[in-house]
């Protein structure tokens, strides 16, 4: 294939991963094949919604190697050993997608596969070991996986999946059909539970929130609003985006609205508490909800996105809309100095962030994480992200990818 039409497809399926929801962010890679030689790959942490042809990068299947001042993907040597060992194979995705992070969590493969999807993927979908993000380890056991298997897809522990076609309609039909595999998964589990057939994910966080309730006192019910902060005046509005409150944060004097609500008592601590952040969301997501009832004091990562944005563990605290003097500190508290996310017992979670953008960074990861969570739950089992490889993951996110995005 010509170069430059290999970039601009790869550009092409980019976006339509984010569209899709299959990646967010800088997460995930696309590759195509060029020849028998080289492969175009995305470069490192660069947005897909603004990538151009000229960031897509060059690259050696034999060796990984490549010209030029930008860098490709830190998961290049996963794409070229899926272009070594499968000839048959043009064109690559590497996603963080949701369903597929549930059977990632679990660590085991998925045995049977029929219908329709069967014909898509194959017989199987095989699940790695874990390596940490960009790492040989990822790649070795990526390609243990591969080998022991004829799927066009492989489930990368507690991270994503590899999705493998002969073209880029394949790839995407790959992808597509493994959240549809994984989701089927999951239902099923529920079903031989509970004896009832799931309509929705909503049916499952239902169920668990219900038999696995951390309290049978349920927390005071809290309103979920969102803010920003400019200067010193802090903006609050509710989940429609219409404006409630307009506040100055250094004297907690309403400037706007009609009163101040006392929810708006913990998004004022939060921010004179932490200087770094500059909007928050209070996300009532169901899985976000679910987690919240459930989770005893902390949650921990079972995908490496979520501890690279929240960290090695999120708090759950509750947060009273009658005493917000002293809950409002036992949720700044459990933000610390560098945390995003902090679920509110009962009543979702804030999700913290310098801008909008991050905000929803960290609104996306924790309920991709909660969602592994409540689902695993169904099976008795996770396998969570270890805390050094976790806090490896958070560093090395805040210190250098998250600078690029």
Same mark, same amino acid.
């Given at each position: ?141 990526? %390609?243990? /996986?591969? @080998?022991?298997?004829?799927? *066009? ?7 994503? +999946?590899?999705?493998? #076609? ?122 976000? %909800?679910? /987690?919240? @009832?459930?989770?005893?004091? *902390? ?7 979520? +501890?690279?944005?929240? #960290? ?94």
């Amino acid at each position: 294939m010509d170069i430059q039409k290999a970039k601009e497809i790869v550009v092409e399926a980019g976006k339509q991963l984010v569209t899709s929801g299959l990646i967010a962010r800088t997460w995930g890679n696309v590759s195509c094949r060029v020849d028998d030689e080289s492969f175009v790959i995305t470069p490192s942490g660069r947005a897909y919604e603004t990538l151009t042809p000229e960031e897509v990068v060059l690259v050696k299947i034999a060796d990984c190697s490549y010209e030029g001042d930008i860098k490709p993907s830190s998961e290049k040597g996963i794409h070229a050993n899926c272009y070594l060992l499968r000839p048959e194979c043009n064109f690559v995705i590497h996603t963080h997608q949701k369903n597929a992070s549930i059977v990632s969590a679990l660590g085991c493969d998925i045995n049977s596969i029929s219908g329709e999807a069967k014909q898509i993927i194959g017989d199987n979908i095989p699940v790695s070991n874990y390596g940490l993000s960009g790492t040989g380890t990822l790649k070795k056991n990526v %390609v243990k /996986a591969l @080998k022991r298997s004829d799927s *066009k897809a492989v489930i990368m522990k507690n991270h994503g +999946a590899v999705c493998l #076609g002969k073209d880029y309609d394949d790839a995407f039909a790959v992808a597509n059909a493994v959240e549809d595999v994984c989701e089927q998964y999951v239902f099923e589990r529920y079903a031989t539970l509970t004896g009832k057939i799931a309509n929705s994910f909503k049916d499952v966080y239902d169920y668990i929130a219900d038999v696995k309730r951390r309290s049978e006192i349920p927390a005071t019910p809290v309103t979920a609003y969102d803010s920003s902060r400019e200067g010193n005046v802090m903006g609050l509005k509710d989940k429609e985006g219409a404006d409630v409150a307009t506040i100055a944060l250094h004297k907690e004097m309403l400037i706007l609205g009609d009163k101040i609500p006392s929810e708006a008592d913990m998004h004022m601590a939060i921010y004179k508490g932490r200087e770094d952040i500059n909007y928050i969301i209070h996300s009532d997501e169901d899985a976000i %909800v679910s /987690a919240s @009832k459930v989770v005893k004091k *902390k949650l921990k990562p079972l995908i490496d996105d979520f +501890a690279q944005i929240a #960290g090695v563990t999120v708090q759950n605290v509750e947060f009273d809309p009658n005493n917000t003097l002293k809950t409002s500190k036992k949720v700044v508290k459990a933000l610390g100095k560098t945390k995003t996310v902090a679920l509110i017992r009962d009543n979702g979670a804030v999700c913290c962030g310098k801008s909008k953008d991050e905000a929803e960074a960290s609104e996306m990861v924790a309920d991709k994480n909660c969602q592994t969570f409540v689902s695993t739950q169904l099976f008795g089992k996770a396998k969570y992200v270890g805390a050094v490889d976790a806090l490896l993951e958070n560093v090395v996110y805040r210190l250098k990818y998250s600078k690029q995005k």
